[in-house]
């Protein structure tokens, strides 16, 4: 049994770690926390839910996912966030939580408020080491590994991702030594848009659609990307794959309604003990 939860919580901690991955590099860079993270991923999955119901395609789903969740993150950006730009912290997150509850009360006028579920082949588990593991599980590890190891290659082995790192290590040196801001805001909303995409799709896969879902796993992504160490995309994945293996073993002895509770226990004896999370970065100011 702790074999097939864990298993089941690195899968889980995968999604977790895409969430908190469009958060920490939308607070890395921008310098606010996006609160329509979440709903930006429940727009992924309905469009990825969508696509697979005409073409049965998983991966078709996926860059439906992706494309539907990277147009509404940069809309958002180009609509709300970049004319409150040099708006104080607190105006984008208000900002923020309004356009989440834009794209959940369209995708609830579209979709409607009923539970939807991917149709997804039923498939006798594989046998490894005594462990029995469901296909799914592993299709879905590899698309959140091909999906992080393309974020990754991104930010650190092309030029437009080292100009997001010169903006998250220093704006105004960035600024002054030419790197244009525009082209920086729209390729990290792409990009985190993206991530949120990947994240919604396998959310939906494993458990419903819902335009409530990608809101109630925020908190989660955000309590993952304060664990990682806020701004740090590796910390972020890192805290997402611990808390989703935690909730997961903890299941058989909290209960599925207490598993989540646990998840911030964890986040706050790390921090009390490190409070700058798990990889993030000690600054200081002169």
């Known amino acids: ?10 899968v889980h901690g995968l999604i977790i770690g895409l969430a908190a991955l469009a958060v920490t590099l939308v607070f890395g860079i921008a310098r606010f926390p996006n609160a329509a993270a979440g709903d930006t991923m429940t727009a992924g999955a309905y469009a990825g839910l969508l696509a697979h119901q005409a073409s049965g395609s998983l991966a078709l789903a996926g860059g439906a996912a992706v494309a539907a969740s990277g147009a509404v993150s940069l809309l958002g950006y180009l609509l709300v966030f970049r004319p409150l730009a040099r708006r104080p912290v607190a105006s984008l997150l208000v900002a923020a939580i309004g356009v989440a509850f834009v794209i959940r009360a369209v995708l609830g006028l579209i979709f409607g408020h009923q539970q939807q579920v991917f149709q997804v082949p039923l498939a ?20 959140a590994a091909c999906a ?46 993206a991530a949120a995409g990947i994240a919604g799709l396998m959310l939906g896969v494993k458990t419903v659609v819902s335009p409530e879902m990608g809101w109630e796993g925020l908190l989660t992504a955000f309590a993952a990307a304060i664990l990682g160490g806020i701004g740090s995309p590796a910390g972020a994945v890192l805290a997402g794959l611990l808390l989703g293996i935690a ?40």
Do not use: C, N
């Open 1 to 10: 049994m702790f074999g097939a939860l864990l298993v089941a919580g690195i």
């Open 124 to 143: 006798w588990p594989i046998e490894f080491m005594g462990l029995r593991i469901p296909p799914m599980d592993l299709t879905l590890a590899a698309v």
């Open 148 to 193: 992080l190891a393309a974020a990754f290659g991104v930010l650190h082995l092309t030029s437009i991702g080292r100009q997001m790192r010169a903006v998250a290590d220093d704006p105004d040196l960035a600024r002054v030594s030419g790197i244009r801001p525009l082209r920086v805001m729209v390729a990290l909303w792409l990009l985190a848009g």
């Open 247 to 286: 909730q997961e073993v903890s299941t058989p002895y909290v209960g599925f309604t207490y598993k989540i509770a646990l998840a911030f226990v964890v986040m706050l004896a790390v921090l009390l003990v490190r409070p700058r999370g798990l990889l993030g970065r000690v600054e200081g100011v002169r």
